[in-house]
């Protein structure tokens, strides 16, 4: 017998969900489309922003067709390629509610775990809720890394930033308080710790990631030489 889901309990919050993309025509129209029904029950107001980073392929045309008069939803159209930091950093500038939770498009995830994610982060009054993903789909190497990134941390600033490349809500008090200078993919990272270091209140949360298709899981190098960097950088110059 399938037990029957509970119905969605609308919250007394606003909320910017926030999508970057890059390369995802195959799973972006359809991944909006059901974080757009699903929002309505869960807060009072919310708005949808999407940026895609230059994509090589149909997404910017698919986004302008499909939610180009919505709205309730905005389409940013980079002309060049800013990176996974800088994009998401200007999605979250161009906000304008409490409450910011931070999706990905590709097919990875569950559009129903951001519920849980603002859910929680409302019950339990958290600044920063972080969707904690199962690693066992990745490769070993993969692995070995995320686990690299998540000691690190611990390590050098006694924080545990969990999982600070998954999905996640963030209040949006916090992004426009905490000053990072990261220019890698730890620009995450480096919020969650230095929101942590001024006493803002972290928690996460178990949520689905189903590696989907094709995609390789692989890390290019440079992308983690710049982030050791940052890293590096954070604890030498004593930043928090």
């Avoid at 590709?106 to 929680?120: A, N, V």
């Avoid at 958290?126 to 190497?141: C, E, F, P, Q």
């Avoid at 998540?150 to 999982?163: N, S, V």
Wanted: net charge positive; proline share 3%; with cysteine.
């Amino acid at each position: 017998m399938i037990s029957k889901r509970k119905p969605l309990v609308r919250l007394p919050i606003d909320v910017s969900l926030v999508i970057p993309a890059y390369n995802n025509e195959g799973t972006i129209v359809d991944q909006v489309s059901r974080c757009e029904k699903i929002l309505p029950a869960i807060c009072r107001r919310f708005e949808i922003i999407i940026a895609d980073d230059a994509s090589c392929d149909g997404t910017a045309a698919l986004l302008k067709k499909q939610f180009g008069k919505n709205r309730r939803i905005r389409v940013l159209i980079n002309k060049d390629n800013l990176g996974i930091a800088k994009n998401i950093r200007q999605l979250y500038r161009r906000t304008k509610y409490s409450y910011i939770a931070l999706y990905s498009a590709d097919g990875d995830w569950r559009p129903e775990d951001i519920e849980q994610l603002l859910t929680t982060a409302y019950r339990e009054r958290a600044d920063i809720t972080i969707g904690n993903r199962r690693k066992h789909v990745y490769t070993l190497s993969r692995r070995i890394i995320s686990s690299l990134y998540r000691a690190l941390p611990k390590l050098l600033f006694g924080i545990d930033t969990i999982d600070p490349g998954s999905i996640k809500v963030i209040k949006r008090e916090v992004f426009q308080s905490v000053q990072t200078v990261s220019t890698s993919v730890f620009f995450e990272a480096e919020l969650i710790i230095r929101a942590v270091y001024q006493g803002y209140h972290l928690t996460s949360i178990p949520v689905s990631f189903v590696r989907k298709g094709n995609k390789t899981s692989g890390v290019k190098v440079k992308v983690i030489f710049q982030s050791l960097i940052d890293l590096l950088w954070l604890k030498i110059t004593r930043g928090v």
